[in-house]
């Protein structure tokens, strides 16, 4: 955030080394973070449909 960055968190995707790691992650990132969204809600809006060929 410092460097104008923005950061995403997708919360269900967050990986650490014991759950007290994944807890405390659950407890900091909002505080550094501007969005924090599960896989679907990242997945979802950059999904493009199949174009039929038949």
């Not at 659950?26 to 990242?42: G, K, Q, S």
């Not at 979802?44 to 199949?50: F, K, N, Y």
Request: no cysteine; net charge negative; charged share 20%.
């Amino acid at each position: 955030m410092e460097l104008g960055l923005h950061v995403t968190i997708v919360t269900d995707r967050t990986a650490a080394f014991t759950d007290e790691g994944v807890l405390a992650a659950r407890i900091n990132d909002p505080m550094y973070v501007h969005a924090m969204l599960r896989t679907d809600e990242v997945i979802d809006p950059i999904t493009v449909p199949a174009i039929s060929t038949g």
